[in-house]
C-alpha cells in the first residue's frame, strides 16, 4: 500500500503552519514505507500531490467554537460533505480539491483520506512560531499520528 502523509499550511501565520510543523517532524523519523510531504497551499495543487496513493493523512489546522488549542481531531472525508465554506485560507477547500479529483481522474485518487486537525489558536498573525499551547501540544500529535501509521 503506498501511503502519503501530507502537512498542509501556511508556516508563516503562527498555528496555520502546524500541519507542515508535523510533518516536518515526522520527515525526521524516517517511517519505513511511507512518504511524507508539505504544501503551503490546499486547492488543486492539493491533486498532484495526492494522486497515484491508495492512502493519504492530511494534517492541518482547524477552528472551532468549542475546542481547546492543540487539541486533535480525527476526520474522515465525509465530514466534509456538508461544509458551508467554499474557500480556505489557501484557496479552494480540501473537500472540494479531493471531489473534483474523484471526478476528473478516479483511478488515480487515493482509496482513504484521512484528516488530523489540529485546534488551532492564531491563524492569522505572521508569526513563524506556533503559539505556545499548540506548540506544546505537537510532540504528543506528532506520536499519535506516528501510531496511526504502523
Known amino acids: 500500500m503506498k501511503v ?16 507542515i510543523h508535523v510533518a516536518r ?11 511524507v510531504e508539505e504544501l503551503a497551499a490546499s486547492g488543486l495543487e492539493l491533486l ?3 494522486r497515484g ?36 485560507p489557501h484557496g479552494i477547500n480540501i473537500a472540494t480539491a479531493l471531489a ?6 478516479p483511478k488515480e485518487m487515493p482509496k482513504e483520506v484521512v ?3 489540529i485546534e488551532a489558536e492564531d491563524l492569522v498573525n505572521v508569526a513563524e512560531r506556533l ?9 504528543g500529535i506528532v506520536e499519535q499520528i506516528e501510531k496511526e501509521l504502523m
Open 53 to 88: 496513493y491508495d492512502k493519504v493523512i492530511i494534517i492541518d489546522a482547524i477552528q472551532t467554537t468549542k475546542g481547546k488549542p492543540g487539541e486533535l481531531y480525527i476526520l474522515e472525508e465525509k465530514d466534509f460533505e456538508k461544509s458551508i465554506h467554499g474557500s480556505s
Open 115 to 117: 484528516f488530523f486537525a
Open 131 to 139: 503559539t505556545p499551547k499548540v506548540a506544546k501540544a505537537l510532540p
Open 4 to 19: 502519503l502523509v501530507l502537512g498542509v499550511g501556511n508556516p508563516i501565520l503562527s498555528d496555520d503552519g502546524v500541519g
Open 25 to 35: 517532524e515526522l520527515m525526521k523519523r524516517k517511517l519505513p514505507g511511507i512518504d
Open 100 to 105: 473534483l479529483g474523484r471526478k476528473l481522474v
Open 48 to 50: 498532484d500531490v495526492v
